[in-house]
């Protein structure tokens, strides 16, 4: 037990490893010491992260061209350079390791600020929260509070009656979390320049403190969403598929920090041929976020193009839709007509 007890210690604070510490390389002595593993996975990263870039800047121009709202512009922009923005900070930290941990607090930042942009973006569509309480309570919608991430630990939690102060205290969990993120990130940046490796242990205090405020945030987001999905009206802007796209990614990309400094503690990466252990294992969890960016960017391409999301209302599509729409209702209105003077 005691042994065991010593094993979790050493996972948390070093390494279950004997390995001599020579510091993390720079990225010149890194760059010209590569294995042709490592030349292999940076080449590859390097071709996919442009593709990503690519592909995000070809959506921010349809979103420049095609959005009629400048409102809606900003936010939709802010979130297609998500996956574009957090693959270029992994890549920078794959060519230089010193970097990883400022890679991952601006990542992690610019993640906290998408959250709260989804929700904007929310309310901006029904043209601000009161319509949007007002077209709740018109279908009688009740506010699901079952929904991740405590839905995992509280499954049966009812639904609440609707009001307004519960839709507004919603939104401010949301807005909590890239505050309270901003704080810990400049707090984090402080101790790490300061101690560098050697601060690592208050580092994982703050990163343990700063969880529920992330939860917090990620609940609220999903109370909001998930209680307004049923609407008719966001079917037309395919809002749910730009939500879970943010959502997954965000998912991973949190997840993916704790597994990767547990593997490389635990010596999955052995201490590391180029690069010492824990820099080893973040360089790997870099790929994989350079990989996973592409992979969203992809299927936001695929799945909210233009000519099948309301959001681009300036799009040839909509506007024709929108002109069949108004002549379907002109033709009804002119037979009601008829009848009422028959």
């Not at 007002?134 to 609440?160: A, G, Q």
Request: glycine share 4%; charged share 15%.
């Amino acid at each position: 037990m005691k042994s065991l007890i010593d094993n979790l210690v050493k996972l948390v604070t070093s390494s279950l490893l004997n390995c001599s510490n020579d510091g993390v390389p720079s990225s010149e002595h890194f760059l010209s010491n590569l294995t042709p593993v490592y030349i292999i996975t940076l080449a590859v990263c390097s071709i996919v992260c442009m593709g990503t870039i690519a592909m995000g800047i070809l959506q921010i121009m349809y979103t420049m061209f095609y959005v009629g709202h400048q409102d809606r512009r900003l936010f939709i922009a802010y979130l297609a350079s998500t996956a574009p923005f957090v693959s270029a900070l992994s890549l920078c930290a794959m060519y230089m390791p010193r970097v990883w941990f400022l890679s991952h607090l601006i990542s992690f930042l610019y993640f906290s600020v998408a959250l709260w942009m989804i929700i904007c973006l929310l309310m901006q569509i029904f043209e601000g929260h009161n319509s949007l309480v007002n077209k709740m309570h018109e279908r009688d919608i009740e506010i699901d509070i079952s929904t991740p991430p405590f839905c995992c630990v509280f499954p049966c939690l009812p639904k609440v009656q609707l009001e307004e102060r519960k839709i507004r205290a919603c939104e401010w969990l949301v807005l909590q979390c890239p505050c309270v993120r901003l704080l810990a990130t400049l707090i984090s940046l402080f101790i790490y320049f300061e101690y560098g490796n050697d601060g690592m242990i208050p580092l994982k205090v703050l990163d343990f403190i700063a969880v529920p405020s992330v939860l917090l945030g990620i609940f609220g987001m999903h109370i909001l969403v998930t209680t307004v999905s049923n609407l008719d009206e966001l079917l037309s802007y395919r809002y749910i598929v730009v939500f879970r796209l943010l959502d997954l990614f965000f998912m991973f990309f949190g997840l993916q920090q704790p597994v990767f400094d547990f593997l490389g503690r635990y010596g999955a990466w052995g201490c590391g041929s180029v690069l010492p252990y824990l820099e080893t294992a973040f360089w790997w969890k870099n790929a994989f976020t350079v990989i996973e960016a592409f992979c969203v960017t992809l299927l936001a391409s695929l799945l909210i193009q233009p000519k099948r999301s309301a959001l681009f209302d300036k799009h040839p599509s909509m506007r024709s839709m929108d002109s069949s729409m108004h002549t379907v209702e002109v033709a009804i209105s002119d037979d009601e007509s008829k009848e009422t003077t028959a």
